[in-house]
T-cell receptor, first 113, second 116 residues
Framework: DAKTTQPPSMDCAEGRAANLPCNHS???????VYWYRQIHSQGPQYIIH???NNETNEMASLIITEDRKSSTLILPHATLRDTAVYYC??????????????FGTGTRLQVTL | GAVVSQHPSWVICKSGTSVKIECRSL??????MFWYRQFPKQSLMLMAT?????????EQGVEKDKFLINHASLTLSTLTVTSAHPEDSSFYIC????????????FGQGTRLTVV
């Protein structure tokens, strides 16, 4: 799996958009970009994933650059409950079986009043 | 999304005793489950891959005789920490994926183990 680089921490005011960047310059053509988050003392939670097109779901939007070497996770209206460590992970899909995840250090997002 | 349940959520045990942690997939069959360990202020580190009906695969540096993994059914994997010591105190997390259909991993809520 390709290596990812994320800033160690970010702050965001409640109600504002949180934009979390991730660099993955060595990503391969068959590798997807995944985002998970981990709220304190809980297991990680899946947020979103994409290959090359921008994606949006009820939690967030994922913007992937055209060269796929970086991406941004956008939480459109951050709340205090979004305070967590956000992990950007790059991996290929394995057909039929699960693939294990390699977690980096992630970005600690602190949402403040 | 699919639900993965871990039990117990936290446990305190004495040095030298063994502790069993259960990981269940509640609404799907998981042919593969993963066990992670997380020390305070650190990221998750994969310990082992648990495959239903076969032996687990351990990551380098993880003692298979100390961390016993059993995946006897498609909905249950267990991790037993044998002869626990204070340095085994950590947050243990499992994840599970279905044979087909799911492209994301689902995680349990984690188990906080404290060895005193």
């Amino acid at each position: 799996d390709a290596k990812t680089t994320q800033p160690p921490s970010m702050d965001c005011a409640e109600g504002r958009a949180a934009n979390l960047p991730c660099n993955h310059s060595t990503i391969s053509g068959n590798e997807y970009v995944y985002w998970y988050r981990q709220i304190h003392s809980q297991g990680p939670q899946y947020i979103i994933h994409g290959l090359k097109n921008n994606e949006t779901n009820e939690m967030a939007s994922l913007i992937i650059t055209e060269d796929r070497k970086s991406s941004t996770l956008i939480l459109p209206h951050a709340t205090l409950r979004d305070t967590a460590v956000y992990y950007c992970i790059v991996r290929a899909h394995n057909t039929g079986t699960a693939s294990k995840l390699t977690f980096g250090t992630g970005t600690r997002l602190q949402v403040t009043l | 999304g699919a639900v993965v349940s871990q039990h117990p959520s936290w446990v305190i045990c004495k040095s030298g005793t063994s502790v069993k942690i259960e990981c269940r997939s509640l609404d799907f069959q998981a042919t593969t489950m993963f066990w992670y360990r997380q020390f305070p202020k650190q990221s998750l580190m994969l310990m082992a891959t648990s495959n239903e009906g076969s032996k687990a695969t351990y990551e380098q540096g993880v003692e298979k005789d100390k961390f016993l993994i059993n995946h006897a059914s498609l909905t249950l994997s267990t991790l037993t920490v044998t002869s626990a010591h204070p340095e085994d105190s950590s947050f243990y997390i499992c994840s599970a994926s279905a044979r087909q259909g799911f492209t994301e991993a689902f995680f349990g809520q984690g188990t906080r183990l404290t060895v005193v």
